[in-house]
């Protein structure tokens, strides 16, 4: 038996190897495509012009000429036999049917119903193990056999492309390079000569007899895709045939489309000068377009209720004719987030604003919206379809956002109450309770519970709360406007502390036409008591020996302020395999209440802790697609808290410091121990401790990850880490305050390898980090590459980071 694995194993490992390298497996007439290059391309990124190749060559480890995916492949091909899985489908559909027939006899549907979820479940894996092989061939790839015929249709393809760009002089070719034993390799050299580029000189326009048409053509021309001076691109052109489109319907002209819309280019043959005549065709069985002016709007508010065949109440506010069977929302909400009228012209940007804005009122099923032409009359109807009036959410699931320490599980739970008073709010009650392991303040090897718990009741109102006139009201709710009211508590007890905190808040949240979004908190007050653990309390006293106050942070405290985030996402970050990204800036300022003299003096006589300061951050992420499977991410996080005035005594509420380490920020580090600046706490021995978290009140962060798909659903990162946390004054920790002239100086550095399994509805995460400069060791021995080793509990051993999800 034990000879027996030895062979096998002996065996796979020899067709991986070999499989590697691909070659073994060609026949005699067969070649390799191993490589694919283009050269002479300046003014068309190779990107672009990758993605024409009908023919891709195997992957490959970067730097190395092997292709484990070929390995993959051929192993899995070697142990395959379709006839074999046909004939186990077959015999899978016969068994399970036969069972089916009986439950049925017997009049058990239940079991018919596993069955048949049985049937179907096992049936899909052996139809897609038939059509695309076992496991190891789906990761794998089959190796790509040199086709001169696809080579002939690339350049085909890359000449057409180029012509596109407006390089219609370009000369594409290409050259076959031979390499590896008996030249079984193919390398091939796409070599482009670009020449000049055509340039539009003139754009005209041209709607026949309407002169109404060619006004809004003409009013419209400086948003135009295709300008005078720009390259010619057929791209553009197909844009710009979409935008006209949108504009004339957004004119009255309902069926208006862009088929309607010609472009007709005219070359200057003794010049690279380009002519482009837009001509708008006339329909065919009419002299003209027609434009089309609502005569009603009709607004019906529960399309899938029915009540016994009782009639629905129809009743008409501004204009718009309203029917329900039972009154539930507020018209006059309503009406503000309707934007089509009574003898306005069809507009298919209002027809989209009002979708979208009685969508995001999370009031209905769906929103649609038809126009009527039959009977001379042009009719909006409206039609909407409640949601559920309660919607009670759970979920469960396990923190895996951990570096030092074992996750945990957490429970989420939230009852949402629909139109409660009958204004199209929504009130929201909401709980978490989690778990998770962290490192023993007094051990660092052992493990304790950290638990935090939370409870939160909000009221959110689809309008501003503000003496504003209809009108206006009206207007902004193009902006999803919002005001947010909410009242909570939450719990954290952790080895070194247990704090609680009563919050209450008051904001507006908003979004403008270019997307970017605001949440602005009026005011946010907090009542936050602590209960410290021994080892951090005496730890505390110690530091306010030396002149840090920062045991104040941890006083029954009285905390207030008002704030403002600011965001965008650019081309859909998080979701789009394109290039996207998303920025992020935050204002806050704290204490603004403590003006008001009676709330002072009742803070005062209560010994409440209170604070004034002023917070701000900035925060950008991008990525980068580049290649076939490959993506360069990266990150810039900077931010800084200061405290101000003689109620603070240079002392921020703890939760307004900034940390850096963990999971989502410097790798390499433990979650909220890195810094301040060069600073590390140290035994009588000289060896650093890091049992405390380290609060900062400026933060620099920046990440940069190359991440590439090695097999399937798995993908693998290599990652950088810099930055650090500082504070703007040193007290008794040396190094811990921010310099000018020494801060690049202390901005550490980690690096290292993750792994992310991708089960489609979630990412889990596996990051190893090692840190590569560390900041609290002396000048000249920062660097620590030399000192790395495999133990965990080293202090340049691999940091293990697991997370859901994405770093950034």
């Known amino acids: 038996m034990i000879i027996k694995v030895i062979k096998s194993f002996l065996l796979v490992s020899i067709i991986f190897f070999t499989s590697c390298v691909g070659t073994r497996y060609l026949k005699d007439d067969e070649k390799l ?42 192993i899995g091909n070697k142990y395959y036999d379709k006839d074999e899985v046909e004939q186990e489908r077959e015999k899978v559909r016969e068994k399970l049917s036969k069972k089916i027939n009986i439950a049925r006899k017997q009049e058990k549907f239940n079991r018919v119903t596993r069955l048949e979820r049985k049937l179907n479940k096992k049936t899909e894996r052996l139809s897609t193990k038939l059509e695309e092989g076992n496991l190891l061939m789906r990761w794998g790839e089959p190796l790509t056999i040199y086709d001169s015929t696809s080579t002939e249709r690339t350049r085909d393809q890359i000449q057409l492309f180029l012509e596109s760009k407006g390089l219609f002089d370009a000369e594409v070719d290409y050259e076959l390079k031979y390499r590896g034993v008996k030249n079984k390799s193919v390398i091939v050299i796409y070599e482009i000569e670009e020449n000049k580029s055509y340039k539009i000189d003139t754009v005209f326009y041209d709607a026949g007899e309407d002169k109404v048409m060619m006004s809004v053509l003409v009013g419209a021309r400086r948003n135009s895709l295709i300008k005078k ?135 209905f099923r769906f929103v649609n919206i038809k126009y009527d032409t039959a009977g001379g009359d042009f009719v909006a109807n409206i039609f909407t379809s409640p949601l559920e009036k309660y919607q009670l959410s759970n979920e469960v699931g396990v923190n895996v956002n951990v570096t030092f320490g074992l996750p945990g599980p957490f429970y989420n739970v939230s009852l949402k109450n629909r139109n409660p008073f009958g204004g199209v709010e929504i009130m929201e009650l909401s709980g ?42 009206s207007r902004f709710a193009l902006l999803n406007p919002k005001t947010k009211t909410g009242l909570g508590f939450n719990y954290t007890e952790r080895p070194e502390y247990v704090r609680s905190n009563l919050n209450g808040s008051y904001g507006y949240s908003w979004q403008n036409k270019k997307r970017w979004i605001f949440d602005l908190t009026v005011t946010d007050v907090n009542l936050i008591a602590s209960e410290l653990d021994s080892a951090f309390n005496d730890a505390l006293e110690q530091q306010t020996r030396f002149g840090n ?3 104040r942070s941890f006083q029954p405290s009285f905390v207030s302020s008002s704030s403002i985030n600011i965001s965008k996402n650019f081309n859909n970050y998080g979701q789009s395999r394109s290039q996207a990204s998303f920025i992020k800036i935050y204002a806050e300022t704290g204490g603004n209440l403590l003006n ?39 990150r810039f996080n900077v931010g800084i808290a200061k405290p101000y005035g003689d109620f603070s005594e240079g002392i921020l509420p703890y939760e307004k410091y900034y940390f850096a380490g963990g999971s989502n920020s410097i790798r390499a580090w433990a979650p909220r121990r890195l ?134």
Do not use: C
């Not at 990124?45 to 070929?70: E, G, H, M």
């Open 33 to 74: 495509l191993y490589k694919q290059k283009i050269k002479g391309n300046e003014k068309i990124s190779s990107d672009r012009l990758d993605d024409l190749f009908t023919q891709k060559a195997n992957r490959r480890i970067i730097l190395l000429p092997i292709s484990p995916y070929v390995a993959f492949y051929e």
């Open 596 to 634: 008001i003299n009676a709330l002072q003096e009742n803070i005062e006589q209560s010994s409440l802790a209170y604070f004034q300061f002023i917070k701000a951050s900035f925060d950008y992420r991008t990525y980068i697609p580049y290649g076939r499977e490959s993506t360069l991410a990266y």
């Open 549 to 551: 106050q920062l045991r």
């Open 229 to 363: 001076g720009d390259n010619y691109d057929q791209s553009k052109l197909t844009e710009e045939r979409e935008r006209i489109e949108n504009i004339m319907k957004d004119n009255g002209y309902y069926t208006f489309s862009r088929q309607f819309v010609e472009f007709n280019v005219f070359r200057d043959p003794d010049t690279t000068a380009l002519a482009i005549e837009v001509l708008i065709n006339k329909p065919q069985d009419d002299k003209s377009h027609k434009r089309f002016k609502l005569d009603k709007v009709n607004f019906t508010t529960d399309v899938n209720t029915q009540l016994g065949g009782e009639k629905r109440t129809e009743e008409k506010f501004n204009s718009i004719n309203y029917s329900y069977y039972e009154y539930s929302y507020r018209k006059k909400i309503l009406d503000q987030r309707v934007f089509l009228r009574p003898g306005e012209y069809y507009s298919l940007e209002k027809t989209l604003n009002t979708q979208r804005q009685l969508a995001n009122l999370d009031m």
């Open 675 to 808: 810094g301040p600046g060069s600073y590390v706490a140290k035994d009588d021995k000289g060896n650093f401790i890091y049992s405390f978290e380290q609060p900062g009140e400026i933060i620099l962060e920046t990440s940069i990850e190359i991440r590439r798909n090695l097999i399937n659903f798995l993908d693998g990162a290599l990652f950088i880490d810099a930055g650090n946390v500082w504070s703007f004054s040193e007290n008794e920790n040396p190094g811990s305050d921010f310099q000018w002239n020494r801060f690049y100086n202390e901005i550490a550095i980690g690096t290292g390898f993750g792994l992310r399994v991708d089960f489609s509805f979630l990412i889990l995460r596996f990051d190893f980090a090692f840190k590569l400069y560390d900041p609290a060791r002396d000048q000249g021995e920062r660097w620590t590459i030399n000192e790395w080793n495999l133990g965990t509990k080293s202090n340049y051993g691999p940091a293990l980071n697991i997370g859901i999800g994405y770093p950034f």
């Open 432 to 473: 978490r309770l989690g778990f998770e392991g962290v490192a023993n303040l007094s051990d660092q090897t052992q493990i304790t519970t950290a638990t935090e718990a939370r409870a939160n009741l909000s009221l959110t109102f689809p309008h501003f709360l503000f003496p504003l006139g209809t009108q206006l009201k």
